[in-house]
C-alpha cells in the first residue's frame, strides 16, 4: 500500500518560511510525478509544484521563485520549502503521486494522497 504523511505545516507572518515534508511509503519519490497541490478555504484543490524523476521540477505562476520542491531519495521524501510566504498562501497542502500525472492536470488524475497539512500565513 502507498502512504503519504505531510508534516511541517503551521502559522507564520506574512514573509515567513515553512517547510513541507511528505514522507513516502510504498512510492519511490524518484518517480514521475509527485507533487503539492494547495487548497485554499471555497476553492479548488490546484497543483502549485511537481517534480518528475526527481529532477524536472514545474511551478504555478503564484509560487514560482518563492517555493522550490525537492526530493530526498534516501528517505523517500519530498519536500516544499516555501519562503517569503503571503496570506494567499494559506490553505490546506496536500501531497500526491501517480505515474501517470502530471501536476497540472486535475487532482483526480493523482490516485494517492496525503491527508494534508494546515498552512497559515496572516
Known amino acids: 500500500d502507498v502512504q503519504l504523511v505531510e508534516s511541517g505545516g503551521g502559522s507564520v507572518q506574512a514573509g515567513g518560511s515553512l517547510r513541507l515534508s511528505c514522507a513516502a511509503s510504498?512510492?519511490?519519490?524518484?518517480?514521475?510525478?509527485m507533487g503539492w497541490f494547495r487548497q485554499a478555504p471555497g476553492q479548488e484543490r490546484e497543483g502549485i509544484a511537481g517534480?518528475?524523476?526527481?529532477?524536472?521540477?514545474y511551478y504555478a505562476d503564484s509560487v514560482k521563485g518563492r517555493f522550490t520542491i525537492s526530493a530526498d531519495n534516501a528517505r523517500n521524501t519530498l519536500y516544499l520549502q516555501m519562503d517569503s510566504l503571503k496570506p494567499e498562501d494559506t490553505g490546506m497542502y496536500y501531497c500526491?503521486?501517480?505515474?501517470?500525472?502530471?501536476?497540472?492536470?486535475?487532482?483526480?488524475?493523482?490516485?494517492?494522497w496525503g491527508h494534508g497539512t494546515q498552512v497559515t500565513v496572516s
Open positions: 517534480i518528475y524523476s526527481g529532477v524536472l521540477k
Open positions: 510504498g512510492y519511490a519519490v524518484r518517480h514521475d510525478c
Open positions: 500526491a503521486a501517480d505515474a501517470l500525472a502530471g501536476i497540472q492536470d486535475p487532482p483526480s488524475h493523482f490516485r494517492y
